[in-house]
């Protein structure tokens, strides 16, 4: 299991960084060269579409890992507006330098700087040494026996590490839980507890902003905190089995449940970045995680197993059958747990039941 943190560049001395500015220019340069030129003449990662581009201060091993990381992001950016059915804009490269063992080397320091980056330089055969210090993330794996990846994602503020954890198997003692990812609760469980209560303001001020802007990438980074700091606070130490709904294609069609302020409210939800979130820190914890059907998750009764979307109204949930009520995110939770866990939908088996896989 792979894991990133990341550290700091305010070590390095001013010539260290104005040689990592020169770098990360010329390579953003020849990503978006690559990118132009892949984009109009399709290519791969061979000797002659690496010599599409002739003027450049880069090395052909730094000139291969910019034609690769512009493979990369082409067929990604194909990839995705082929998903979501728009047309496909050539993209700009403005992010990080991935760059593995070929020209990256990390190793313990000394003293109060403990960890060193040594990056291959537009010199040849010349590396810069970066002193850095390791975080409390960084700690925290090593102390579980994680070996740092010989590579890195550098940019102008940072150093991205990456870790190997070691395989370990999912915990037998705990209990199950069922998750429920919502709009404005983002998160709800099958024990009737609430998370992120205050999401749909957080979503709302995305919203808002300008794209482009600079408020709304503030926006952005703040939603993205709120998301892993409310996915924190599940009872991971408590746990053995958590489940979730597998969603998909929420934000794609039009339909009459899906009104224009409907598809508003959901463009800044992120749901693959909660999903991602939840898968990784149940492998951190040793968590087995399963993922079910969310069809009719919360339109069906925990009570009597009715299903009607009749009983569903906004966020509260009334059985058109027996009469049970509930708040509509909590019994998707419950549901999702006892789809799970394959038991007879009442709410008191769920609560108290647990499966072991």
């Given at each position: 299991m792979r894991r990133a943190c990341k550290v700091t560049l305010k070590?390095?001395?001013?010539?260290?960084?104005?040689?990592?500015?020169?770098?990360?220019?010329?390579?953003?340069?020849?990503?978006?060269?690559?990118?132009?030129?892949?984009?109009?003449?399709?290519?791969?990662?061979?000797k002659i579409t690496l010599a599409?581009?002739?003027?450049?201060?880069?090395?052909?091993?730094?000139?291969?890992?910019?034609?690769k990381q512009a493979l990369d992001t082409v067929i990604a950016t194909k990839k995705s507006a082929a998903v979501l059915g728009k047309a496909a804009k050539c993209p700009v490269f403005r992010g990080a330098a991935v760059l593995d063992a070929k020209f990256v080397t990390v190793e313990s320091g000394r003293g109060s700087f403990d960890l060193v980056v040594r990056i291959s330089t537009l010199c040849k055969g010349k590396r810069i040494t970066i002193p850095t210090r390791r975080t409390v993330v960084v700690n925290k794996w090593c102390e579980r026996g994680a070996e740092f990846v010989q590579g890195c994602a550098l940019s102008n503020t940072g150093i991205v590490l990456w870790v190997n954890l070691p395989d370990t198997p999912d915990r037998l003692g705990g209990r199950s839980l069922g998750i429920d990812i919502g709009v404005n609760k983002l998160l709800s469980d099958s024990d009737g507890n609430h998370y992120g209560t205050e999401f749909k303001a957080v979503r709302?001020?995305?919203?808002?902003?300008?794209?482009?802007?600079?408020?709304?990438?503030?926006?952005l980074r703040e939603r993205d905190q709120y998301i892993n700091q409310t996915v924190n606070q599940l009872p991971w130490q408590s746990l053995s089995l958590i489940?979730?709904?597998?969603?998909?294609?929420?934000?794609?069609?039009?339909?009459?449940?899906?009104?224009?302020?409907?598809?508003?409210?959901?463009?800044?939800?992120?749901?693959?970045?909660?999903?991602n979130r939840i898968e990784c820190k149940a492998g951190e914890n040793r968590v087995c995680l399963i993922k079910v059907d969310p069809k009719h998750t919360s339109r069906t009764c925990p009570n009597c197993?009715?299903?009607?979307?009749?009983?569903?109204?906004?966020e509260c949930f009334d059985c058109v059958a027996c009469g049970f009520r509930?708040?509509?995110?909590?019994v998707g939770a419950v549901n999702v747990l006892a789809r799970t866990t394959q038991l007879p939908t009442s709410v008191e088996s769920v609560g108290q039941t647990r499966l072991v896989i």
């Open positions: 070590f390095a001395t001013t010539t260290k960084r104005r040689a990592i500015r020169a770098l990360l220019e010329s390579y953003r340069g020849a990503v978006n060269f690559y990118i132009k030129s892949l984009w109009k003449t399709p290519g791969n990662l061979d599409r581009l002739e003027d450049s201060r880069l090395s052909k091993r730094y000139k291969s890992q910019a034609l709302d001020k995305v919203r808002r902003r300008q794209p482009g802007s600079k408020g709304r990438l503030r926006s489940a979730v709904e597998d969603l998909h294609d929420m934000k794609r069609g039009k339909s009459r449940t899906r009104s224009k302020s409907f598809r508003r409210a959901m463009a800044p939800w992120t749901y693959r970045r909660v999903l197993s009715t299903v009607s979307k009749l009983s569903r109204v906004g509930a708040d509509a995110d909590f």
